[in-house]
């Protein structure tokens, strides 16, 4: 009989363990956030009211802010040419959080300028993002800046 119960209680531990997580875990729903042609019950008002929450709210998230010019120490095999194919100028920035393309403000550092996405760092860099300067010298003088708040433009 003890052997009995040992098998009964060896596969209930058994189910626990394989099913628990399934069983505890909360379901999470995707819900997209509501847009301004779910209008049913909003006034033409209401509308443009909404119209302008949704510019005004943007994504900010902080991170370190470094430099980086086309120097073939700091970058891979043809330094002009970004992730994305097109060659390096003013308002390049490297990231790997952020999708190609995305626009971004920094605004501690840089004020109103919009950069944009147009790079990769190495993977051992995530919230991080990296300023593209002409001359390595400008880049090292820029520096390291850390809890920097960026805002996604769009």
Do not use: C
Request: net charge negative.
């Amino acid at each position: 009989m003890g052997s009995k119960n040992s098998l009964i209680l060896f596969i209930i531990t058994l189910a626990i363990f394989l099913f628990a997580e399934t069983a505890i875990s909360p379901i999470i729903a995707s819900v997209d956030p509501p847009t301004v042609s779910d209008d049913l019950f909003l006034s033409q008002e209401n509308k443009e009211i909404f119209k302008n929450l949704q510019k005004e709210s943007k994504k900010k998230y902080v991170v370190v802010v470094t430099g980086y010019s086309s120097s073939y120490d700091e970058t891979d095999d043809d330094p002009y040419i970004t992730a994305s194919g097109e060659f390096v100028r003013d308002g390049i920035v490297a990231s790997n959080f952020l999708p190609i393309g995305t626009r971004i403000k920094i605004p501690a550092l840089f004020g109103n300028k919009v950069f944009i996405v147009k790079d990769r760092m190495s993977p051992r860099y995530y919230y991080r993002v990296d300023v593209w300067f002409p001359s390595k010298e400008t880049a090292i003088n820029f520096g390291v800046h850390y809890n920097v708040e960026i805002e996604v433009v769009d």
